[in-house]
């Protein structure tokens, strides 16, 4: 693999929360300042001083981004809940590396030239929003370029899933085949997914070959399932097809910083319905563990019914699926009519598992992607796994207020100690 710069293709290659966030941000905290800040929970990763100069550099070029205006006549159609003020904030949005970005290298090799990396973005929450994806995305690619580069796109094909007659016909280098032959298995398991693999992708490059792929399978293959679409706004211009996602922890995160704790995942809920009041009414549950929140959803059943879904992210899914069943039962609301997407670190064999407890349960559900679409490698020679970074960004303070996550997975949980001691008192929260 070169090491050549990964320079950014659009303001748009990021995932769709960060814009429906970022307008909810303007309607309601335009002048509040953020802080967000960078983990990389694998402890024995590190970065050569090649890599952090590879990266410094890439970040400073994103500067150079703005909206075009193909870009700004397709959201106008293809998403109607952005206003035209928002559009034109987004039109007119820029990139400030040198003003809302501190990356440090600190070494950990007595010579030098290996050690661990620093990230900290700062500025307007609004303007600092759009950091998170783009930084990640950036610094995966630098490191399997850079780094470890002891693989290829070469021999994708060979998966646990043979390639398909269909799939092995196809006449595109490097995972094509392995992606397409993701879709077909999905597919015909009557599975609804998306894409959602942006962030910890392993490049651009494999993120647009299995969107492109993805979009191929759906199209060929004849079945009750279905490619809702991709989160990357910019890959779904590209393909024609539907931006999807809705709201990411930040928003609870920030709210409740800013609000008070004591009913955040409501107050949070009722914000963001201010501004999208018909439409992106998927909530996620496990800010504050799912159990607060879904004590907080059936305290008000006229907005239950009016939300759309749920959105799963940490803990197990299958024991989520069974709880969202009792709730949903208990306020009178068939299951089946509301949606619950599953999204914390899916495969081929999570997804028809959980395809079946629907079928069984009778709930409607739907899949979101993403590291295992977008960072499935091996390494050269051999059929070890060349793992993804395990890596967040998270929303750290709102106006010099710390802001916490209280997973359903602890070793998920972040922010600042006190806080969170403070959190899961309030929410009764033992563990």
């Not at 034109?88 to 990139?95: A, E, G, I, K, T």
């Not at 298995?185 to 009557?190: H, I």
């Not at 809705?246 to 910083?257: D, S």
Request: charged share 25%; hydrophobic share 35%.
């Amino acid at each position: 693999m070169s090491s050549s710069l990964p320079l950014p293709r659009s303001i748009l290659d990021t995932d769709l929360y960060k814009l429906t966030m970022q307008q909810a941000v303007l309607r309601h905290f335009p002048a509040t300042q953020a802080s967000y800040k960078f983990t990389l929970r694998d402890k024995n990763v590190v970065f050569t001083k090649q890599a952090f100069d590879l990266f410094q550099e890439t970040v400073d070029h994103f500067g150079d981004l703005k909206l075009t205006e193909s870009e700004h006549s397709w959201l106008a159609e293809t998403c109607p809940y952005f206003t035209e003020e928002y559009l034109s904030y987004l039109r007119d949005y820029r990139f400030k590396p040198t003003e809302q970005v501190r990356i440090k290298f600190v070494p950990a090799s007595p010579d030098g030239t290996t050690g661990l990396v620093e990230i900290d973005t700062f500025g307007s929450w609004a303007d600092t929003i759009f950091w998170e994806v783009p930084l990640m995305a950036t610094l995966s690619e630098v490191y399997f370029t850079s780094v470890v580069t002891d693989w290829s796109y070469d021999g994708q094909q060979g998966s646990q899933y043979p390639p398909s007659e269909a799939a092995s016909t196809i006449d595109s280098p490097f995972s094509s085949a392995l992606a397409y032959e993701k879709g077909r298995v999905l597919l015909r398991g009557d599975c609804v997914f998306s894409e959602f693999g942006t962030r910890r992708r392993r490049s651009y490059e494999t993120q647009d070959i299995v969107v492109g792929s993805l979009v191929r399978a759906y199209k060929e293959i004849e079945s009750k399932g279905k490619l809702s679409g991709t989160s990357n706004v910019h890959l779904a211009h590209k393909y024609g097809i539907t931006p999807v996602g809705t709201i990411a922890h930040e928003w609870f995160m920030g709210v409740a910083a800013l609000k008070g704790y004591e009913d955040a995942n409501s107050v949070a809920m009722n914000l963001w319905e201010d501004v999208y009041p018909n439409t992106l009414l998927i909530a996620l549950t496990d800010t504050f563990s799912s159990e607060a929140f879904f004590k907080s959803f059936a305290s008000d059943k006229e907005r239950a019914m009016r939300w759309q879904g749920l959105r799963q992210d940490s803990g197990d899914p299958f024991v989520f699926g069974a709880r969202a069943k009792e709730v949903f039962d208990s306020l009178g609301i068939e299951p089946s009519e509301k949606m619950i997407i599953y999204s914390d670190a899916l495969n081929i064999d999570k997804a028809l598992r959980l395809k079946q407890q629907a079928n069984d349960l009778g709930l409607n559900v739907s899949f979101g992607i993403g590291t295992f679409l977008t960072n499935d490698f091996k390494k050269t020679g051999s059929q070890e796994t060349s793992r993804a970074l395990n890596m967040v960004i998270k929303l750290s303070s709102v106006d010099d207020r710390p802001c916490v996550k209280i997973s359903d997975d602890l070793t998920k949980n972040t922010g600042n100690t006190e806080t969170v001691q403070m959190v899961k008192q309030i929410y009764n929260l033992t563990s």
